[in-house]
């Protein structure tokens, strides 16, 4: 079965996050200050984007320094009941089984309405006389609810860490799943990443599972688009719709266009509908979305374009009759249009080297690169001798080469022999 791989490597010690040293360490000397008696401030507040690593790392920082550790969602505390909970578990600092413990609430931005500032507020009373460390987290530290809790906490930001400390990880992680990894390519994802670590380290599955090399090419092709979050949420909303609106409401969502969108359902469906019938109806629907869509292109009518959208979505949604859900399965990059770009960045190829001949021929390059191209991949295949002679007279680049004989080695030994 799958499994995520922000959940397959997440760190389990501190030495394996990346970024936010300063403020890592000055979490540990707050925890380890307990050790000499109740610091000033009896809760450090952590805040920060998604992704960084905030939860992480206090996960980490309780197992590396071996305390009891619990962790809540502060959601869970709008009951009074798990309120008194919590005032018991921090009214001591050691556990029943001597060791210290460590209480972390997590997600505090969860907590909305009117309720809620009861939650807030039975929060900030039990910080005050807090027996043991508490750690608060959440994405703003200065929404104005927080603003009396604020004064109890020893307040650290966690910043998004830089492109350089993601690549590492992402070598990490590429080392454990045997995968041969470009610098180039996880360079490339860490960008695109923005300092999100978890969406980086979802890019590269969605990009690199099953591989065993990853190269530039095979990244950077969804360079165009956005960060893909959307899409996966997008893809959720459809292939695990409830409902027909819900479903299509995705669109909405989505920051591809809908033929875009075609493609990455089109793509997925097959693994996420795994009965056979439910499969069969899915694509039955994406059939006929299609032949609507194949109705615009000839006629231009773009009021078919809602039948698309009904048969794409709520068509496959509906779909889902008989199929489990078991485990976690990944959502897939489209492969038709990567086969599309890959294919476009071959004819380019071949047109440069069509240029080269027609240089010296006299024809045209697309002739050229229909005509004499295929000639020249058998004889650079088979005489390195006359290919280096041939490529000298062509004035071909290095990487032109590569292409016609299509393997790096003969490439060197023909670029050796020319010069
Ligand atoms: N700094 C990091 N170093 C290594 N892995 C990381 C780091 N940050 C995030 N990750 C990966 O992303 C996953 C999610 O990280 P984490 O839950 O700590 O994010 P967060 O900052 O708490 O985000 P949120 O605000 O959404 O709760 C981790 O399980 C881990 O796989
Ligand atoms: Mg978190």
């Known amino acids: 079965m799958f499994a995520a791989w922000t959940v397959k490597h997440k760190p389990k010690s501190l030495n394996e996050i990346v970024g936010n040293k300063d403020a890592i360490q000055k979490v540990t000397d707050w925890i380890k200050s307990w050790g000499k008696g109740i610091p000033k401030k009896r809760a450090i507040f952590l805040y920060g984007p998604p992704g960084i690593g905030k939860t992480v790392a206090v996960e980490a920082l309780a ?3 071996n305390m009891e550790f619990v962790e809540n969602n502060a959601s869970d505390y709008r009951t009074e009941d798990a309120v008194n909970r919590f005032a018991g578990l921090a009214s001591q600092y050691g556990s029943l089984f001597g060791g210290k413990r460590i209480i972390l609430l997590d997600e505090l931005d969860g907590l909305t309405g009117t309720a809620d500032r009861g939650g807030v507020k039975a929060i900030t009373d039990i910080v005050k006389t807090a027996q043991c460390p508490i750690v608060l987290i959440a994405n703003s530290a200065y929404d104005p609810r927080f603003s009396n809790l604020r004064l109890y906490c020893l307040l650290i930001e966690f910043k998004k860490p830089a492109a ?8 990490w992680i590429c080392d454990q799943e045997g995968i041969q990894a470009d610098e180039s390519a996880l360079k490339f994802v860490a960008q695109r990443s923005e300092g999100d670590v978890r969406s980086a380290v979802n890019d590269l599955q969605a990009l690199a599972q099953g591989k065993k090399k990853l190269s530039y090419e095979d990244v950077s092709w969804f360079g165009y688009r956005d960060r893909q979050d959307t899409i996966f949420n997008v893809l959720r909303m459809i292939l695990y719709g409830k409902t027909c609106v819900g479903a299509k409401q995705a669109v909405d969502m989505a920051d591809v266009d809908i033929d875009m969108l ?9 693994a996420h509908l795994t009965d056979p019938r439910d499969l069969a109806q899915a694509m039955d629907a994406l059939s006929i979305a299609d032949v609507y869509r194949g109705r615009i ?4 009518d773009w009021g078919f374009t809602r039948y698309v959208i009904d048969y794409m979505t709520a068509g496959v949604a509906m779909a889902r009759q008989n199929t489990k859900v078991h485990g976690w399965i990944p959502f897939k990059f489209p492969e038709r249009i990567q086969m599309l770009s ?6 380019a190829m071949q047109l440069s080297i069509g240029q080269k001949i027609k240089r010296k021929n006299h024809i045209s390059a ?12 058998i004889i650079f295949k088979n005489d390195v001798n006359m290919a280096a002679g041939l490529a000298k007279w062509l ?12 393997s790096e080695e003969k490439a060197k030994e023909i670029i050796d022999l020319m010069s």
């Open 342 to 347: 890959r294919s476009r960045a071959e004819r």
């Open 366 to 377: 697309a002739r050229a690169s229909k005509q004499v191209l295929p000639y020249l991949r």
């Open 262 to 270: 075609f493609e990455w359902i089109y793509e997925n469906v097959p």
């Open 164 to 171: 350089g400390d993601v690549v590492k990880r992402l070598e």
């Open 297 to 300: 292109r000839a006629t231009q």
């Open 395 to 406: 004035d071909l680049a290095p990487e032109m080469i590569g292409y016609v004989v299509g």
């Open 63 to 65: 197992h590396d320094l």
